[in-house]
């Protein structure tokens, strides 16, 4: 499979249409079709249906097209990191779950890019489990994880702070007026959780037991939507401090007690072979 030809897939999936893709490429209708026609045969699959106006992607369709992404910024990626080999440029790629400790990075990136303006930056953003999952491929460069987190295969530099756990709840809520929150208090209290993995046996090590007595409702992996919940007085969310604004909203965040604090480390691939600019990312690191 040649990357010319999953780009041009890769744009027939955006654009929806092959007739509107052959004008974004400069190909004739005709040109693009049996390209992809090669393209099905070559994989032996049928990567999407035409239908009256529209293209459906196949259930393999979709799969190449999120792995032709990731494919496409590795090369894209890769290739920035090889050029200009006069001065340090190229993109680094960092992934990282919902922290404050990411304004942490934003200054070290900050002054990074003041010394060598030819980096660029890539962001992802995820939990534990996504970011671990794209380092292991290649994806990224970097990720930030908040604990519990399995790390024995990576390389990392656990961050000079941590992350406080806590309830966001609805004014509604009887726990609204609370100073902190025990393990008594959300026995029967609608809940959202994150699902990261380990994130339940930290919470069952604070609760001294499990989860299974807990009214689990629903899970989120990123907090932002889950806060909507919250707002619709669905659930309260039990969550990291400072990620949700909640000033002049009917939310608000309320510490655990006793206190449940998360570690935060960057981490990266063992044995990486890194590109001059995410050399001189881990470098400044660190020094933190």
């Not at 009887?174 to 990261?196: A, M």
Request: charged share 20%; aromatic share 8%; net charge negative.
């Amino acid at each position: 499979m040649e990357l010319r030809v999953l780009n041009y897939f890769l744009t027939v999936a955006r654009e929806k249409t092959i007739s509107q893709a052959a004008q974004v490429l400069h190909l004739s209708q005709p040109t693009l079709s049996k390209q992809l026609k090669e393209l099905e045969e070559e994989l032996g699959v049928t990567l999407f249906e035409r239908g009256n106006r529209f293209i459906t992607l196949t259930e393999d369709g979709v799969y190449l097209v999120n792995k032709g992404k990731e494919i496409l910024s590795l090369v894209d990626s890769t290739t920035a990191n090889l050029i200009k080999k006069d001065r340090i440029s190229g993109k680094i790629t960092i992934g990282g779950g919902e922290t404050l400790a990411f304004q942490l990075i934003g200054k070290v990136l900050y002054h990074l890019r003041e010394e060598h303006p030819d980096i660029q930056l890539e962001l992802y953003s995820g939990n534990a489990d996504d970011v671990l999952e794209k380092i292991d491929k290649g994806v990224l460069d970097f990720g930030l994880v908040i604990d519990p987190v399995e790390k024995q295969k990576y390389d990392f530099i656990q961050l000079p702070l941590v992350d406080r756990w806590g309830l966001m709840v609805h004014s509604a809520s009887p726990l609204f007026s609370k100073q902190t929150i025990s393990p008594k208090d959300i026995e029967t209290v609608p809940l959202l959780v994150s699902n990261q993995s380990f994130v339940d046996t930290q919470l069952a090590e604070w609760l001294g037991g499990n989860l299974d007595h807990l009214n689990v409702v629903g899970t989120y992996n990123l907090l932002y939507n889950a806060s909507l919940l919250v707002k619709e007085d669905v659930a309260s969310a039990l969550c990291i401090d400072g990620i949700i604004n909640t000033a002049g909203t009917n939310l608000t965040f309320i510490p655990l007690m006793p206190e449940l604090t998360a570690s935060i480390s960057i981490v990266w691939k063992k044995d990486s072979f890194f590109s001059r600019s995410a050399t001189a990312f881990l470098q400044c690191i660190q020094s933190i």
